[in-house]
């Protein structure tokens, strides 16, 4: 299995645009998570699904974050419009169901 | 509601040093506890969790239920332990709680 993947890998962009990052579980986990990296905060959840349903969206920021996650192999996060202090590295992560996450190589996003 | 604090933002150390990483949680059940590692621009992966006891790169971690403490320790530090730490509390729902991590540099 090639693990947790993640597109795109870097992604700049100005205020106000869109941004659609995408990630690829690893097949079988039944957990996904989202997740936000910045120098000041550390690593914040921004949402859980559990079998492809939200379970827990409390830490997604502000009604410009969604996610989503149509089937078991796919899931998106989506910023619209995005600010600068959205710039951060956006992991995903996905879980067999033992507390062990399993982490894709993050999406980093700057917003000029 | 679960919390995981690891107090030191940087802990710098010189080759050969013994390390201790600190982490404290917070949480009313029976915790499950991880250290997680992220080398440079690399993803974060699983050093290890404590119910499985093990040594790890020569890292090694002890539940306190006591003092509600779960550092990771090294007796002699390498300059490719230089890395980003994160201590991570699993509740019941698997759902982690990841302090906000602990930048660690080995020197020459």
């Known amino acids: 299995d090639a693990g947790v993947i993640q597109s795109p890998r870097h992604e700049v962009t100005e205020m106000g645009q869109e941004v659609t990052l995408r990630c690829k579980p690893i097949?079988?986990?039944?957990?996904l998570f989202w997740y936000r990296q910045t120098m000041m905060r550390g690593l914040e959840l921004l949402i859980y699904?559990?079998?492809?349903?939200?379970?827990?969206d409390s830490g997604m920021p502000e009604d410009r974050f969604s996610a989503k996650m149509p089937n078991a192999s796919f899931s998106t996060l989506k910023i619209q419009p995005s600010e600068p202090r959205d710039s951060a590295v956006y992991f995903c992560?996905?879980?067999?169901?033992?507390?062990?996450?399993?982490f894709g190589e993050g999406s980093r996003l700057t917003v000029l | 509601a679960q919390r995981v604090t690891q107090p030191e933002k940087l802990l710098s150390v010189f080759k050969g040093a013994p390390v201790e990483l600190k982490c404290n949680y917070s949480y009313s059940g029976s915790p499950e506890l991880f250290w997680y590692v992220q080398y440079s621009r690399q993803r974060l992966q699983l050093l290890l969790r404590h119910i499985s006891r093990e040594s790890i790169k020569g890292f090694t971690a002890d539940l306190n239920k006591g003092e509600t403490s779960f550092h990771l320790k090294k007796p002699f530090a390498q300059e490719e332990d230089s890395a980003m730490y994160y201590c991570a509390l699993s509740d019941r729902s698997y759902i982690p709680t990841f302090g906000r991590g602990t930048s660690l540099i080995v020197h020459p």
């Open positions: 992560a996905s879980g067999p169901g033992t507390g062990e996450l399993f």
């Open positions: 699904f559990n079998n492809n349903v939200p379970i827990d």
């Open positions: 097949s079988g986990h039944n957990s």
